[in-house]
């Protein structure tokens, strides 16, 4: 994050963490493929909720074009706005121990990555240190610390998550879940900010193959987290440097999400800012 004076520069690097820890292997490409699909998204959304983008190329500095974005500067919220359509991940742990997911009751007998009733608005906080924390509605409203802020904040990330998953669904793509970041604008209104709908933000699965009872393969950093996984790691710092053949899979991975998802070949995203 660079600041500009009244605009931000945010630049995406190509890091990957797994279990809260950095690897010191970069992902080649990573950055670039989160910014053109945020890119993509943030053009697919505004008559849902503006956002804080304003240019991939004036005021980038040659190296870091591609994989940045000038943008409005906000007051972020202090939640995390996730949102789920399937039941999996940390969603799949709380309906198992407590039959819902952040307060939110659900249906009993649903099987893993099972296809939910209708979009749940789960918010979660944002950890200084270590993992964010679930929370229901009522809570998130107390740390943001206005109800109807909040009302509108959870029906803004329900309309975008329904919006992107209907576009997924038609390029053969589901998306399970996702997280938005918020915040106001100098104005005071509600912005989309951060980056939105990519395979670090979200769990995106190829559609064909797809079938409740089982974690799902993802187009995001889920191959290179059951690598680590099975390393013999201990999750604990310094991370182990990822093998070469796992880094050129996770990039293909990411690249076939933006290829996908925006019905454009990743190539494209960089000739446009060159």
Known sequence: MYDLGDRLLMVASDRISTYDVVHPTPIPDKGKVLTGLSAFWFAKTGHIVPNHA???????????RGRSIVAKKLKMLPVECVVRGYITGSGWKDYQRTGGVSGIGLPPGLQESERLPTPIFTPSTKAEEGHDETIDFDQAAEIVGDRDLMARVRDVSIALYQFASDHARERGVILADTKFELGLD???????????????????WPAEGYAPGKSQPSFDKQYVRDWASQS???????????????AARTRELYVEAYDRI???????W???TK
Do not use: I, M, N, Q
């Not at 991370?239 to 070469?244: C, L, Q, T, Y």
């Not at 925006?262 to 494209?268: L, P």
């Open 270 to 272: 960089l000739e446009r």
């Open 232 to 246: 013999g790691w201990d999750k604990t710092p310094p991370a182990p440097a990822v093998p070469d053949d796992v």
């Open 54 to 64: 304003l240019s991939y190329t004036e005021g980038v500095p040659e190296e870091a």
């Open 186 to 204: 100098d104005k005071g209104e509600l912005v989309l900010g951060d980056e939105v709908l990519t395979p670090d933000s979200s769990r995106f």
């Open 262 to 268: 925006t019905g454009e070949s990743f190539d494209a």
